[in-house]
């Protein structure tokens, strides 16, 4: 059974870095045919598309965020980080990390979701 789940803080400053891990569990983030993402659900819009990094390591980053946005991971930890930059209240949401496979839309695995607030 794989497992994600997500840690960081729940407010942010604007202008400030947004820094989130993924751990994973049940699965090696470099296992090939798979796929490790973070998406995220801002209040009343639908879910939206920030990035993801193959079991290769190669990265692949929504259009509309990739100037802020950083993806990474620690092999030996069996992690992935987003970072997001610059940070502003249309940030705000929930935040999700999940594993998909290649070739495949759908995601199979998320984490529960962690609150994200951009406020000063």
């Known amino acids: 059974q794989v497992q994600l789940q997500e840690s960081g803080p729940g407010l942010v400053k604007p202008s400030q870095t947004l820094s989130l891990t993924c751990t994973v569990s049940?699965?090696?983030?470099?296992?090939?045919?798979?796929?490790w993402a973070w998406i995220r659900q801002p209040p009343g819009k639908g879910l939206e598309w920030i990035g993801s990094?193959?079991?290769?390591?190669?990265?692949n980053y929504s259009p509309s965020l990739k100037s802020r946005t950083s993806i990474f991971r620690d092999t030996s930890k069996n992690q992935f980080t987003l970072q997001l930059t610059s940070v502003t209240p249309e940030d705000t949401g929930v935040y999700y990390c999940a594993r998909g496979v290649h070739s495949s839309s759908s995601v199979d695995y998320w984490g529960q979701g962690t609150q994200v607030t951009v406020s000063s």
């Open positions: 049940g699965g090696s983030i470099t296992t090939n045919y798979y796929y």
């Open positions: 990094i193959g079991y290769s390591g190669s990265t």
